[in-house]
């Protein structure tokens, strides 16, 4: 089993939709919690940074961690066709003596017009 | 403007060959990583750097070696040893450690014919 699992699409949506994006992990070790942003043939790109449970808002993105789930989500409103891309979750704690960061392996979204 | 710069962005190579790859950052950052990235995947921890003159194996470094004789650069050579080398190469760096919060290049497509 992987350590992040995460439905790689692709996802496709009308213009306005309220998109939803997650993934779900397995080491409790796991304390930051991020989503990147990747456009084609570019690198990624940090989109929102989170510590711990709860939520965290900003601007049209809304990022929800559920650690006693495992959990997260990163909740996109009145998606436009800019925010096509790849969607990639990540997560970082100590676990094996090391500091370790993790990805999923990414959904990729298309927002149409 | 501050960022990072790898090069080249595309890469074509026969069978056998080493090649290199650059990564220069501007960002004074200490640690510096190569991730590989292949469709349907996660990004991969190929090799780090937390310091100059310092560097540790990531998950998948069998076939690559690094070096980081200067804080701005670390340069990622991908040998003939490598079984399967045609992928998506990203560099990033951070302020330290690996909370996850990185800086991605824009990547470099390795072909190998």
């Known amino acids: 089993q992987k350590e992040v699992e995460q439905d790689p699409g692709p996802l496709s949506v009308p213009e306005g939709a309220i998109v939803s994006l997650n993934c779900t992990y397995s080491?409790?070790?796991?304390?930051?919690f991020m989503w990147y942003r990747q456009y084609s043939r570019k690198g990624p790109e940090l989109l929102m940074y989170?510590?711990?449970?709860g939520n965290k808002e900003d601007g049209r993105f809304t990022a929800q961690v559920d650690k006693s789930s495992k959990y997260i989500s990163l909740f996109i409103r009145d998606s436009q066709p800019s925010d096509s891309a790849t969607y990639l979750c990540?997560?970082?704690?100590?676990?094996?003596?090391?500091?370790?960061?993790?990805f999923g392996a990414g959904t990729r979204l298309a927002v149409h017009p | 403007d501050g960022g990072i710069t790898q090069s080249p962005k595309y890469l074509f190579r026969k069978e056998g060959q080493n090649v290199t790859l650059s990564c220069e950052q501007n960002?004074?950052?200490?640690?510096m990583y190569w991730y590989r990235q292949d469709p349907g995947q996660g990004l991969r921890l190929i090799y780090y750097?937390?310091?100059?003159?310092?560097?540790q194996k990531g998950d998948i470094a069998e076939g690559y070696s690094v070096s980081r004789e200067k804080k701005e650069s670390f340069p990622l050579t991908v040998t003939s040893a490598q079984k399967n080398p045609t992928a998506f190469y990203l560099c990033?760096?951070?302020?330290?450690?690996?909370?996850?919060?990185?800086?991605f290049g824009e990547g470099s497509r390795l072909t190998v014919l």
């Open positions: 080491n409790s070790a796991f304390q930051y």
């Open positions: 989170t510590y711990s449970s």
């Open positions: 990540a997560m970082s704690g100590f676990s094996g003596g090391y500091n370790k960061l993790i």
């Open positions: 750097s937390q310091i100059v003159n310092d560097f």
């Open positions: 990033a760096s951070s302020i330290r450690g690996t909370t996850g919060e990185l800086f």
């Open positions: 960002l004074n950052h200490d640690a």
